[in-house]
């Protein structure tokens, strides 16, 4: 990356910007932009809020909602064997623009992948964020290489933060711009997300949607954290991962520049223990028995949400945040279990409806013409297990106990057919 830039190969992202007088230099430099976006913030975020009960649920493609997200030249081999494992049918891939010369090697890596919905997120520079005219050869040569693979380009990441590469959002817009550009004169069936604000920054996201820039999106990134709140039902300046969704999508479709189309391209949490391989402090991260937990949660309340089209996990191997830790040999951490049960059990899934009373969360879908019902508390308590319930626990395992201890962690209820089809038909009605 061009110096001051560098990446840090532990936690996967760039190291932070220790020169100052660099950092405040480029951002005085775009002062413009932060005047657009205060005047775009304080008319685009109060029309969004009370919009909000005004749009409606999608119908969302429960096979295609469950990504996740791969290093290509971490362990290689391993990674084809643990998708497999998955049977995961959509994943995101990145690729580095200040690594061109490993296009033909993700070109090998994906080839036996080709039949599963792709997403390349691709990470910008510097370099590339200053030349435009560098961007735009170098996204000609990616989409002509990979076009035949790749379902979606996600163009640019993580745009409010300095230390990955832009200073405003104006930086962004005239990069997705040129990616746009040549879609349209050289690409046309290249589809293009883009966007790419980490963390609850809606101000900055209002400026990538409400602008006078020529580009249209073909649906919206968002790396939509919540890590910092603990669990994924905390409350941010009194949104929860729900509401904060729902105001998103509300921003999405007043947006003149994209259709109602919302991926969640990068969400973890860090876990204890794992420095320097955490991207955050020690204090943010949790126990591996609540990452998994949070995972599922997370994926939970996104999926009766109605408005994500997929959420894709970061990632599948990394020692500090990952499915899998590979520090000594490839070890699985609980959570990919989690994953699996979860991505393989609702991946035909058809969500009927949430009921939240008293921190207590029930979730209900049918599957295989049959009512599927998951369970979790905030507050920790007890559920009868009825005759007509079979129980497993939040990675498969088969639950007997005449009492059920209902916490953190989910637990799916599948209610016997009789009575299912019962409670279904009067959901229906």
Known sequence: MKKPFTWDNY???????????????????????????????????????VAMPFVKRKQIKSEEFFSIGIDFQKEPNETN??????????????????????????????????????????????????????????????????????????????????KWGFFSVDEYNNFFQ????????????????????????????????????????DGISSLLYVDRRGAPENMQLGFTLSDKIAWLSTMVWLSPKVGQELHITEVNWPIKGTAPYAPTSEYECISEEHYGDYMLRYYLLAFASQQIESVSWHQLIAPGYGLIDNRNGIKKRSAFDTYKYMSQTLKHAQFLRLDIKRDYYILQFWINEQLLQIHWSLKDTTLKNEDFFEVFDKNGKIIKEDILSIGSAPLYIYITKEVGTKINASERT
């Open 11 to 49: 936690s996967d992202q760039p190291a932070q910007l220790k020169d100052r007088a660099f950092k405040k230099q480029m951002r005085s430099s775009q002062k413009n932009s932060f005047i657009k976006m205060i005047f775009t913030t304080l008319v685009i975020l109060p029309i969004s809020l």
């Open 81 to 162: 064997k643990l998708l497999e494992e998955l049977k995961i049918t959509t994943i995101l891939v990145r690729f580095k623009l200040w690594e061109m010369d490993t296009l033909q090697e993700l070109k090998t890596f994906l080839e036996p992948h080709k039949e599963k919905k792709i997403t390349l997120k691709i990470l910008q520079d510097r370099e590339h964020i200053e030349d435009l005219e560098l961007l735009y050869n170098n996204l000609s040569v990616i989409f002509s290489e990979l076009e035949e693979f790749i379902d979606i380009f996600e163009i640019g990441t993580t745009i409010n933060r300095a």
């Open 178 to 217: 040129v990616a746009y550009r040549l879609r349209e004169e050289k690409y046309p069936t290249v589809k293009l997300i883009g966007s790419g604000v980490i963390d609850f920054e809606y101000h900055f996201t209002a400026q990538t949607l409400f602008n006078s820039f020529k580009y249209r999106y």
